[in-house]
């Protein structure tokens, strides 16, 4: 709880009141919705990961320099925080995907522990719901987090992110993919076209070899780590 109130702290120093009243508000209105259908507990520590999620973001952002957004929520989207300037190289936009996932799979970790102290499925089963929107958003496509981080190695890796979101409609036909999809598009389009010699992408992707070597082993680590907690969650609720 002292966590999340230096958070919180840390939000709202930051942010403006009609900000806070954006972030507010949407919470309150995705808490209705899930509640409406998972129950008021499970939405409330749902929307909490996500929130947490979000925060690893804005903090992040705030780090480098980067004025944040308030964070939005979308009930049965998630939630999302708006960068308002552009980051000014490809690391920089790795360091601030990769805190999302990052903070989001400490908190969920935090979550998993507590269920099986209290040996509570409910709890059980909202750390399943932290592992999978983690590693799903790991997928290396842009515009999520694992496309953003990733790219820091080459855009080029986002064309290996296609397949894994074939897979995923493949296995659960959702039209959130398909929306994510669309968003992708543009951004494959530019993978596909990426010249590595040009100067505006030497200046934005010319990082260094041990800071992509960094990144990767980051990217993963995190994955395989939340891969296999998502399977094993999942085994555990009974399959």
């Known amino acids: ?56 973001h804005f903090i992040a952002m705030r780090q480098r320099g980067l004025n944040a957004g308030a964070p939005v929520f979308i009930p049965f989207l998630g939630a999302y925080i708006e960068m308002k300037d552009q980051p000014y190289d490809a690391e920089t936009e790795a360091y601030v995907a990769m805190a999302g996932p990052l903070v989001g799979t400490v908190a969920t970790f935090a979550v998993y522990f507590y269920a099986l102290e209290t040996e509570s499925r409910l709890w059980l089963a909202v750390s399943y719901a932290g592992f999978f929107l983690n590693f799903f958003n790991l997928i290396p496509v842009s515009p999520l987090d694992g496309g953003r981080m990733t790219a820091v190695l080459s855009p080029r890796v986002w064309l290996a992110g296609v397949p894994l979101l074939v897979a995923a409609f493949a296995y659960s036909p959702s039209p959130i993919l398909i929306l994510i999809a669309v968003l992708a598009l543009p951004q494959l389009m530019k993978a596909w076209t990426y010249d590595a010699s040009a100067p505006e992408n ?14 990767a082993a980051i990217y993963l680590l995190l994955a395989a780590a939340l891969g296999i907690m998502t399977y094993s969650v999942h085994q555990q609720l009974g399959g």
């Open 202 to 215: 030497q200046r934005y992707y010319g990082v260094s070899a041990s800071t992509k070597i960094e990144y």
């Open 1 to 56: 709880m002292k966590s999340l109130g230096l958070l919180l702290l840390k939000l709202a120093s930051g942010l403006k009141l009609g900000n806070l009243l954006t972030t507010g508000g949407t919470m309150l209105l995705s808490l209705i919705v899930y509640a409406g259908i998972f129950g008021w507990r499970y939405a409330a520590g749902f929307i909490a990961l996500l929130f947490l999620h979000e925060m690893g």
